[in-house]
């Protein structure tokens, strides 16, 4: 199997090294907007070099990865699209609402399959969750409780085409909530601050967040997050229920110090980056995305996941920055 790859930053070049290694892969073919660093890439993974998205598309390729800046995503989906490629890109589809809409009405319009990149999907912690709740394990579900804390922020380049905290970085934990729960947000409630870098106030930006939603079934949701999670990268998500409750991400590696007398758990060290928090969850992904390429399997991540995910993220912006509940039917399907 043959896999293009466009973008060899951070995320880019994790993907490439990760596919590099899958047993179904047999040629990776990187690209990037700076040639230079991604034929460095490909020379350190014995890979591939395509001088540009053109030849790399016409290169007859099997797959198609997109892990390039956000702001390229739209475009390089459309491309995919016209070639007829099996497409894997990571989130978010575009970087406004009614970008990500168009892209999905294409998708939808057409027979290309389109895999998104919502990588907590395939970690071990959220699946036993949703198979909990599936099954009725946990009773009805009452209260959920999510946290995404990174140990230090992005650098300040990054924040003006980041799309904003909500958008950027709790919406892993929207998604994974759907994931879980199987159930739809219906209203939000949000706010944040400012409290760390001035970047994030000087582009409207944040760098903590909180907000209160709500589910179809009053399921109510804390969900919380910060750039500056100092004790390590913190993932995790409580799910409680009446019969029991689970916790994911609550592990030997988790970004906590008990306060209680004796207690030693967790042993640590904590994780670092998001990289070390879901590298299996990353390969299971790009796995499964070898099997969608293969016909062996259904798109288990779509572009109208990605768009639903979206809107939550949208509607936590807008609470947040007019200081108000507010309802998803707002934001417009």
């Known amino acids: 199997m043959r896999i ?30 700076d040639p230079d660093r991604a034929e460095v890439v490909a020379k350190e993974l014995g890979a591939e070099f395509a001088p540009d998205v053109d030849s790399l598309l016409t290169s007859g390729l099997d797959g198609f990865v997109i892990a390039a800046a956000t702001s390229a995503h739209a475009e390089l989906l459309g491309k995919g699209l016209a070639k007829g490629i099996t497409t894997f890109c990571e989130k978010p589809l575009a970087v406004d609402l009614a970008g990500t809409k168009a892209v999905v009405e294409a998708v939808e319009a057409g027979d290309v399959l389109v895999q998104i990149g919502f990588q907590r999907r395939f970690d071990f912690g959220y699946r036993k969750a949703a198979a909990a709740v599936r099954n009725g394990e946990l009773g009805y579900i009452h209260t959920i409780r999510a946290n995404t804390g990174d140990a230090a922020p992005p650098p300040a380049e990054y924040i003006p085409t980041s799309g904003g905290f909500f958008r950027d970085c709790n919406v892993h934990d929207f998604d994974a909530l759907r994931f879980v729960t199987g159930r739809e947000v219906v209203s939000v409630y949000a706010t944040g601050a400012n409290r760390g870098e001035a970047f994030f106030g000087e582009y409207g930006d944040i760098d903590a967040a909180a907000a209160l939603l709500t589910l179809d079934d009053n399921t109510f949701v804390m969900v919380n997050g910060t750039r500056y ?69 259904e798109v288990p991540c779509t572009v109208r996941d990605a768009l639903e995910a979206f809107r939550i993220a949208e509607a936590c912006e807008i609470s947040r920055r007019e200081n108000r509940p507010v309802n998803l039917d707002e934001v417009g399907r």
């Open 4 to 33: 293009g790859l466009v973008g060899a930053g951070r995320i880019g070049a994790f993907h490439a090294a990760t596919l590099a290694a899958l047993a179904a892969v047999d040629q990776v073919v990187i690209t990037d907007a």
């Open 229 to 297: 999670n100092g004790a390590g990268h913190d993932v995790r998500m409580e799910v409680l229920g009446s019969k029991g409750s689970l916790a994911v991400g609550l592990d030997d590696h988790a970004a906590l110090t008990s306060a209680e007398a004796g207690v030693t758990f967790p042993a640590g060290p904590a994780h670092g980056t998001f990289m070390d928090r879901f590298h299996p969850a990353y390969v299971a992904e790009l796995t499964a995305f070898t099997e969608v390429v293969a016909g062996t399997r």
